[in-house]
């Protein structure tokens, strides 16, 4: 690992890094920062908090919260063992009074275990998810201890993304400990705990609101919605009962899309005898996503019902300086504007959950988003010691050695991330495997989330075995965009055909922008030298024109940054190299929109596969 591969954000970092509120679709006034400087130690035995406290000196190492333990930004640099425990040391101020006080912590890998004043609090298992814990009962007034422990085996069927122990090619440095902001919330003795927003329909259209309740409820309570933009009121409903589904019709109604990525305010009050005893601000974009076929029988992808093919780049989520954790929310937001100005519409997030920020941002911006479930396997490398793939083939072929307790734990980090991140209107598509990795369970587990969730599109198995679930078929190719029509047997028929992977034309730059320079540096198809890879590009989009013609509904291109040894990005991993500038891919995209604004062509050369 280079510790002096710096983005420009990181080279600016301070000791109050990531100050920004972390839930942006459910927003308190009341609420207090624990990113900063924290007290850890690796400790090769089993230890108690209790010990930990006496024996971590007041000068103990220190760790930059929320970076990893791995990354550069956290100030450590150190591999956590399977065997090894990852303890944490904080102190927090507050003033107890008639309020509940909820710890929450956006993502720790993997396992957990958190004490207040000597008062264990919660456990949670799972690497890419936000929990919390009341810990009104164990904190006091004027100073508290904060202990945490973390354990992490990045391995043993641990969904896990593209963390390895031995990175190299498409295998990245493994992240353990706390990874995203960690943060204090005061909530009254009634609150509300979480919506759910959902669009029902676009004619009228309608705003379905559930808010989940918790607390000590009175034994009268009222919820009201109101839907705003800007100070004036649009819509607003009032109920009583528990778990309440409120509808709103909006009128004459602004709907969200990339073209026009337009939100709507969102208040949300928790009253009891005329008092207002909890309120959250939220916010809404009007939208639906499906399917339906063109003119000439092709299924394709639908937004706000109308045909939307959707380009976008495979987004790894990784930096050379925080790793998982981007150096802050301006150098998120940096990748995301960059791509929006490229012309893509969509990005898919491959096999990672990032911070709940980003996808406030792709909401904003006006980027769809491609979900990817992290993926995980038993041991390292065993993603590709998987059956062969069956997309072709009746009967795909699911990996039949995952244990009950480890798809227990693989769909509660799938449920949790689902609960995450419904609310946002750019996710518009779940992603369950990628390429057959750990893939298990497909019927059931799609199955499972078509009834879920049915506000979104279910792609079963990106490039990977395809089931009969779901709405999608999906191809990888490298370099360039193919996809099997022939021969085409009926389990295709009702299913949307998507490119899931192409392109990793890779380019290698100075060594002052390469994470390693002793090692070989990794591409799908490595070329010489900007011209070249413009002319590449170029022709990676020419041929995904006619693939769309002949059917295919998206392309995902790989990828938007170097990341470690792959040198195929659009950027390089520290930021500071445009490889291919926004204004050369908005070039290259233009015939490709033009060809879906003109619809689908007959096409001479039925047999074409460059």
Known sequence: MSAKMLTKWGEQITESPWPEYPRPQMVREKWWSLNGLWRCRVSQEAETPERMLETMPEKDRQILVPFCLESTLGGVGQNLEPHEELWYHRTFEWEKRESRLLLHFEAVDYCTTVWVNGVKVGEHKGGFTPFEFDVTEAAATGSNQLVMRVTDATGNFQPRGKQSKAPHKIWYTRVSGIWQSVWLEEVPMSYISSLQITVTSLSPPCVQVQAILAGECPPTWQLRVMVLEGKELLAEAEGSESRAQLELVVPKAKLWSPQRPHLYDLRVELCSDGRV??????????????????????????????????????????????????????????????????????????????????????????????????????????????????????????????????????????????????????????????????????LEIGRWLQSYDPSRLINIASGGNFFEVGDMVDHHNYPEPTFPMEPMD??????????????????????????????????????????????????SIQNLCHWMRRGIAAGVYTQTTDVECEVNGLLSYDRKVTKLGAAVLAKAHKELWAAELEGPKPTANAGYNP
């Open 277 to 442: 005893l909890d309120v959250v601000d939220s916010y809404v974009g009007i939208r639906t996503v499906g399917k339906k076929k063109d003119v000439e029988g092709h299924w394709r992808l639908t937004l706000n019902e109308d045909c939307c093919f959707h380009l976008g780049p495979l987004d790894q989520g990784w930096w050379p300086d925080g790793l998982l954790t981007p150096p802050s929310d301006e150098a998120m937001r940096y990748d995301l504007e960059f791509l929006k100005e490229a012309g893509f519409n969509m990005v898919r997030k491959h096999v990672k959950v990032e911070p709940r920020r980003y996808y406030f941002h792709c909401d904003q911006l006006g980027l769809m988003v491609w979900q990817d479930q992290v993926s995980g396997t038993e041991k390292e490398g065993d993603c590709f010691k998987v059956p062969p793939w069956t997309r072709l083939q009746p009967g795909g072929q699911d990996a039949s050695n995952w244990p009950a307790w480890a798809k227990e734990q693989f769909r509660a980090e799938l449920r949790e991330m689902v609960d995450g991140l419904r609310n946002h209107p750019s996710v518009t598509v779940w992603v369950l495997f990628n390429e057959a990795w750990g893939q298990h369970d497909s």
């Open 490 to 539: 009926d389990r295709f028929r009702d299913y949307v055909k998507v490119i899931g992977e192409f392109g990793g034309h890779g380019l290698v730059l100075p060594a002052e922008h390469l994470w390693q320079t002793a090692k070989k540096h990794w591409g799908y198809d490595v070329l010489q030298d900007i011209s070249e890879l413009e002319a590449k590009y170029q022709g």
